[in-house]
T-cell receptor, first 113, second 114 residues
Framework: DAKTTQPPSMDCAEGRAANLPCNHS???????VYWYRQIHSQGPQYIIH???NNETNEMASLIITEDRKSSTLILPHATLRDTAVYYC??????????????FGKGITLSVRP | GAGVSQSPRYKVAKRGQDVALRCDPI?????LFWYQQALGQGPEFLTY????????KSGLPSDRFFAERPEGSVSTLKIQRTQQEDSAVYLC????????????FGSGTRLTVV
C-alpha cells in the first residue's frame, strides 16, 4: 500500500469548515483513499473513502486531486465532538486476506470553541 | 449486539502473567481483525480471521501472541508471559465481509504490564 503524509496537527474554530490535507504521491491506479478518525479512548471510526471522484456523505466530503497525489477531508461545520485523530489511508479495495488497514500517526484536529 | 464489544476494558498484568482478551464482533460479520495501538501511535495490524480461519497472522510480534476464533464469531487474543513492551490498547474490528466501506472497531482493551 502507498504511504501517506499528514501534518501532525491543526486546529479550527467551532462552526467553521475543517480541511484536513493528505499527500499520497505514490498512490497506484487501483488504490483507494480512506479516512478514519479516532476520538479519545475509542476505536477508529470509518468516515469516507474514494477512488478518484469527489465523495460526500453525512459526515464529510472527500476531495481528491486530478492526479490523485493528494486529497482533502472536509468537515463542513466542525463541532467540539470532531476533535480527534484523523487517519488518511491508501489501499486497494479488496485483496482477500490482505485487507488490513495500515495506519500512520494521523493528524490531530483540535476544534476550539 | 449493535457494535463490537471488547472485554475487559482495562487489564493490569504482572510481567510474566498470561492474559486473554475477548472480542465479540457484530453478529454475522465474517471478517475480524486485531490491532495493537501503542501510546501516541496509530493502530498496527496483528492478525485477520475470515470466519474461523486465521488467514493472516503476519503482524503478531512474537510466538507469545496467539489468537483464535473457533466458531467464527467470538475471538480471543492471548498473550503469554507478558512483557512491559506488550502494554498497549488492543483493538478488534469486524466487517460483514471484506467490505471496504469500513470496518467497525471496538473501544479496545487497555493492557498495562507492570
Amino acid at each position: 500500500d502507498a504511504k501517506t503524509t499528514q501534518p501532525p496537527s491543526m486546529d479550527c474554530a467551532e462552526g467553521r469548515a475543517a480541511n484536513l490535507p493528505c499527500n499520497h504521491s505514490t498512490i497506484s491506479g487501483n488504490e483507494y483513499v480512506y479516512w478514519y478518525r479516532q476520538i479519545h479512548s475509542q476505536g477508529p471510526q470509518y468516515i469516507i473513502h474514494g477512488l478518484k471522484n469527489n465523495e460526500t456523505n453525512e459526515m464529510a466530503s472527500l476531495i481528491i486531486t486530478e492526479d490523485r497525489k493528494s486529497s482533502t477531508l472536509i468537515l463542513p461545520h466542525a463541532t467540539l465532538r470532531d476533535t480527534a485523530v484523523y487517519y488518511c489511508i491508501v489501499r486497494v479495495e479488496w485483496t482477500g486476506a490482505n485487507s488490513k488497514l495500515t495506519f500512520g500517526k494521523g493528524i490531530t484536529l483540535s476544534v476550539r470553541p | 449486539g449493535a457494535g463490537v464489544s471488547q472485554s475487559p476494558r482495562y487489564k493490569v498484568a504482572k510481567r510474566g502473567q498470561d492474559v486473554a482478551l475477548r472480542c465479540d464482533p457484530i453478529s454475522g460479520h465474517v471478517s475480524l481483525f486485531w490491532y495493537q495501538q501503542a501510546l501516541g501511535q496509530g493502530p498496527e495490524f496483528l492478525t485477520y480471521f475470515q470466519n474461523e480461519a486465521q488467514l493472516d497472522k503476519s503482524g503478531l510480534p512474537s510466538d507469545r501472541f496467539f489468537a483464535e476464533r473457533p466458531e467464527g464469531s467470538v475471538s480471543t487474543l492471548k498473550i503469554q508471559r507478558t512483557q512491559q513492551e506488550d502494554s498497549a490498547v488492543y483493538l478488534c474490528a469486524s466487517s460483514l465481509f471484506a467490505v471496504n466501506y469500513g470496518y467497525t472497531f471496538g473501544s479496545g482493551t487497555r493492557l498495562t504490564v507492570v
